[in-house]
């Protein structure tokens, strides 16, 4: 498998989590989110996942203020799929820095 296949298999994980319309914005803005240079806003990402402009850009900020899936869940599946690749047995050591928490 080359890099592009492995991306792709990877956020093939998160497909389930979304309708049709939003799995394909979240492929894009993932990719997108990964090429972008320097910061990256929706409106940054939004320029490399659709340089044909086929979708609105509002429908970008859509996807997060009023998608229908659950970010707590995207991070689970997230948190399985790196235990699964670097930690297939034994215990898993956390170590958390609240430095950035709003206190």
């Given at each position: 498998?080359?890099?592009i296949?492995?991306?792709?298999g990877?956020?093939?994980?998160?497909?389930?989590?979304?309708?049709?319309?939003?799995r394909?914005?979240?492929?894009?803005?993932?990719?997108?989110?990964?090429?972008?240079?320097?910061?990256?806003?929706?409106?940054?990402?939004?320029?490399?996942?659709?340089?044909?402009?086929?979708r609105?850009?509002?429908?970008?900020?859509?996807?997060?203020?009023?998608?229908?899936?659950?970010m707590s869940?995207?991070?689970?599946?997230?948190?399985?799929?790196?235990?699964?690749?670097?930690?297939?047995?034994?215990?898993?050591?956390l170590?958390?820095?609240?430095?950035?928490?709003?206190?």
């Amino acid at each position: 498998m080359n890099g592009i296949e492995n991306w792709k298999g990877i956020l093939s994980s998160f497909g389930f989590m979304f309708t049709a319309p939003s799995r394909e914005i979240f492929l894009r803005i993932s990719s997108a989110w990964a090429l972008v240079p320097g910061r990256r806003t929706i409106t940054r990402v939004y320029q490399v996942a659709e340089p044909l402009r086929a979708r609105a850009h509002d429908a970008y900020h859509r996807f997060f203020r009023e998608g229908a899936w659950s970010m707590s869940e995207l991070w689970r599946i997230a948190a399985v799929l790196l235990l699964a690749s670097f930690c297939r047995r034994g215990l898993v050591s956390l170590l958390l820095d609240d430095t950035l928490l709003r206190k």
